[in-house]
């Protein structure tokens, strides 16, 4: 008597990929087509399980090539360009022999997958830390140095100390350890994405926050960019005390 597709499929559920090559093997002459569309369901899971370690062993090449490192740390912002709410600069150490499957650029990445690597992040991390410049600091520094000060920050409220820095495209004045500037690295170095999703999701929240307060702007939705909802509120009520003044003197 054949073995039930339920129990079949119990099974799998329950094997280790290794396990499972000696399942196809059992049920390959199965003829049943439920089973032969659940083979093939774990088949393609498992292709897809093998181009997204290559993709992220890809993403392994700075970290590996700076190997003599013990704390490579990745450093990425959020916030550069919104017209309200702060800067928000993210930190990350991760183990070298650290797997996080569908780590990417934040911008890649849906809300709620964004959510939960937030959380698988901070739980395998060696270490990381966040870092924040307000409205009125970007107002009095401008925003470039407003960002170096939230990067620093990250650096400095993080447990371990990195010995050497990833950080996507710009160069870091006045850091005390080595630094490697990656064009578009929050899509090259799995420590630079980790970092950008720790300040994303960080400042997403920040701003949904501040939606509360602020209701009749949006910020829940555009958490503070420039769409035309934004500033279409900024010219019937004005600016709120989370605007960045020298960013809407065209509106206001």
Same mark, same amino acid.
């Given at each position: 008597m054949s073995k039930p597709i339920e129990k079949i499929k119990a099974d799998f559920e329950a094997a280790s990929i290794n396990e499972r090559k000696e399942l196809y093997l059992l049920y390959e002459n199965d003829e049943r087509k #439920?089973?032969? %569309?659940?083979?093939?369901?774990?088949? =393609?899971?498992?292709?897809?399980?093998?181009? $997204?370690?290559? =993709?992220l062993n890809a993403?392994? $090449?700075?970290?590996?090539?700076?190997?003599?490192?013990?704390?490579? +740390?990745?450093? &990425? @912002?959020?916030? =550069?360009?919104?017209?309200?709410?702060? *800067? *928000? /600069?993210?930190?990350?150490?991760?183990?070298? &022999?650290?797997?996080?499957?569908?780590?990417?650029?934040?911008?890649?990445?849906?809300? /709620?997958?964004?959510?939960?690597?937030?959380? @698988?992040?901070?739980?395998?991390?060696?270490?990381? #830390?966040? #870092?924040?410049?307000?409205? $009125? =600091?970007? &107002?009095?520094? %401008?925003?470039?140095?407003?960002?170096? @000060? +939230? !990067?620093?920050?990250?650096? &400095?409220? !993080?447990?371990?100390?990195?010995?050497?820095?990833?950080?996507?495209? *710009?160069?870091?004045?006045?850091?005390?350890c080595k630094q490697v500037g990656i064009i578009k690295g929050d899509e090259k170095s799995v420590s630079i994405a980790a970092a950008s999703i720790i300040a994303k999701v960080t400042r997403d929240r920040i701003m949904e926050d501040m939606d509360k307060l602020y209701p009749e702007y949006g910020f829940s939705e555009h958490k503070g960019y420039g769409t035309k909802a934004h500033i279409d509120a900024l010219k019937k009520y004005g600016a709120c005390p989370i605007h960045r003044n020298t960013f809407i003197k065209k509106f206001v």
């Open positions: #439920g089973v032969i %569309n659940l083979i093939a369901k774990y088949r =393609r899971e498992e292709e897809k399980l093998k181009t $997204e370690l290559c =993709r993403m392994r $090449e700075f970290e590996n090539k700076y190997s003599e490192f013990q704390m490579i +740390a990745g450093i &990425d @912002e959020a916030g =550069r360009g919104p017209l309200a709410g702060p *800067v *928000v /600069a993210g930190a990350v150490i991760l183990p070298k &022999d650290c797997t996080i499957l569908y780590l990417n650029d934040s911008k890649k990445l849906s809300a /709620a997958k964004r959510d939960l690597l937030y959380d @698988e992040i901070k739980n395998k991390a060696v270490s990381y #830390g966040i #870092g924040m410049a307000s409205p $009125e =600091r970007i &107002d009095t520094i %401008n925003i470039l140095q407003a960002t170096f @000060e +939230a !990067m620093h920050d990250a650096i &400095d409220n !993080m447990v371990e100390s990195p010995d050497m820095v990833l950080v996507d495209a *710009v160069n870091i004045p006045h850091l005390s």
